[in-house]
């Protein structure tokens, strides 16, 4: 995998973790949010917001998804993520358990990575990380 693909990939992934882990800790949960990439290597967070306090998770993804689609389709874009909160079970955890899932796509990738980040929210609003692992799609 080349470096720029690397270096993208790691900073998205740094940077929904983070902020995903700030918005738990702060109030117990988070709606879907999107950062892209552009071809200078700028890095830029994108939310989602109609009016409705709440909205339903499935339409900010979807929005979210046109929109980088677009971008990356036009070449305005080289990368990008949305990062969402999941409930995921699998061999080892049967168990299902929360999430964060990071959705990502690059110019020079086939398909999409999905990274999951699976965490358990203790007392006080403390997140405990699992060990996350990663899905070519």
């Not at 020079?108 to 609003?125: H, I, M, Q, R, S």
Request: hydrophobic share 35%.
């Amino acid at each position: 995998m080349d470096k720029n693909v690397q270096g993208d990939i790691q900073k998205l992934i740094d940077y929904s973790v983070d902020f995903a882990e700030s918005l738990l800790t702060d109030s117990g949960e988070f709606f879907p949010f999107g950062v892209k990439v552009y071809f200078s290597g700028e890095l830029k967070p994108v939310g989602y917001y109609d009016d409705d306090e709440f909205p339903e998770s499935q339409k900010v993804i979807d929005v979210l998804s046109t929109v980088f689609e677009k971008e990356l389709n036009g070449k305005e874009i080289r990368s990008y993520c949305i990062a969402y909160d999941v409930r995921v079970s699998n061999e080892d955890y049967p168990t299902p358990t929360d999430a964060i899932l990071i959705l990502l796509k690059h110019t020079d990738l086939d398909g999409e990575l999905n990274y999951y980040y699976p965490y358990k929210l203790k007392e006080k609003l403390e997140i405990e990380f699992l060990e996350p692992w990663a899905v070519q799609k």
